[in-house]
C-alpha cells in the first residue's frame, strides 16, 4: 500500500490563481481530512469528509473547497490564492472504527 | 472550545537524558488521547494512542501517560537518542468526525 499521497510537494502561486491539491489513499478509509500547519502552530481542520459524496468544513474553511466523489480521493481547492494561505498542507484518513491518523507528506505551498 | 497546550515549546537535551514532554487541555471529557511525531518535511507519525478509560501507554522506549481529572498528558522518553529528533504533538479526539484538536508541539533535538 502507497498509504496516503499527495501532490505537489511543493508549489509557488501567484495572488489571485487558482490550484487544486490533490490527495489520494488507498487503505479504502472513509474518514478523510485536510489540515494546514502554519510556522510554530498546531494542526487546523479545513475540511473533511466522512465517505464519497459528503463533505463538511472544518474550523477554517474560508478560500478553500473540496470534493469527494470517490473514496480513494479529496482534492482542496484554492480559488483565489492569497498570501494568508501560503502553509504546509497535510491529508489524512482513517477507517471510521480507528482514530489513528494516517497522514500524507504535505504540500508546502507559497502565495506571493 | 477545547484548548490544547504543549510545553515546552522547545528542548534541547544531550544524548542519553531522559526527557518529559507535556500536552495539557481544558475539556475532560475526551475520548483519547494521541502522541504523533513529525519529521521535518514530513507528515505525522503515530507514537501512542491512550483511551480515555486507560492511565497509560508504553511502546519500546516511549510511555505516555493520562490524566483527565487534571487534564494532563505526559510522553516520556527514555534514553533520547539522535534520531528522536523531531516534533512531537499531541491530539485529542472527542464526539464527532471532527472532533480532533492538535497541540502546537514540542520541537525536541537531542545533540549527539
Known amino acids: 500500500n502507497a498509504g496516503v499521497t499527495q501532490t505537489p510537494k511543493f508549489r509557488i502561486l501567484k495572488i489571485g490563481q487558482s490550484m487544486t491539491l490533490q490527495c489520494t489513499q488507498d487503505?479504502?478509509?472513509?474518514?478523510m481530512y485536510w489540515y494546514r500547519q502554519d510556522p510554530g502552530m498546531g494542526l487546523k481542520l479545513i475540511y473533511y469528509s466522512v465517505g464519497a459524496g459528503i463533505t463538511d468544513k472544518g474550523e477554517v474553511p474560508n478560500g478553500y473547497n473540496v470534493s469527494r466523489s470517490t473514496t480513494e480521493d479529496f482534492p482542496l481547492r484554492l480559488e483565489l490564492a492569497a498570501p494568508s494561505q501560503t502553509s504546509v498542507y497535510f491529508c489524512?484518513?482513517?477507517?471510521?472504527?480507528?482514530?489513528?491518523?494516517?497522514f500524507g507528506p504535505g504540500t508546502r505551498l507559497t502565495v506571493l | 472550545k477545547q484548548e490544547v497546550t504543549q510545553i515546552p515549546a522547545a528542548l534541547s537535551v544531550p544524548e542519553g537524558e531522559n526527557l518529559v514532554l507535556n500536552c495539557s487541555f481544558t475539556d475532560s471529557a475526551i475520548y483519547n488521547l494521541q502522541w504523533f511525531r513529525q519529521d521535518p518535511g514530513k507528515g505525522l507519525t503515530s507514537l501512542l494512542l491512550?483511551?480515555?478509560?486507560?492511565r497509560e501507554q508504553t511502546s519500546g522506549r516511549l510511555n505516555a501517560s493520562l490524566d483527565k481529572s487534571s487534564g494532563r498528558s505526559t510522553l516520556y522518553i527514555a534514553a533520547s537518542q539522535p534520531g528522536d529528533s523531531a516534533t512531537y504533538l499531541c491530539r485529542l479526539r472527542e464526539g464527532g468526525a471532527d472532533g480532533l484538536t492538535f497541540g502546537k508541539g514540542t520541537h525536541l533535538i537531542i545533540q549527539p
Open positions: 491512550i483511551q480515555s478509560s486507560q
Open positions: 489524512a484518513s482513517r477507517p471510521p472504527w480507528e482514530d489513528t491518523q494516517y
Open positions: 487503505m479504502n478509509h472513509n474518514y
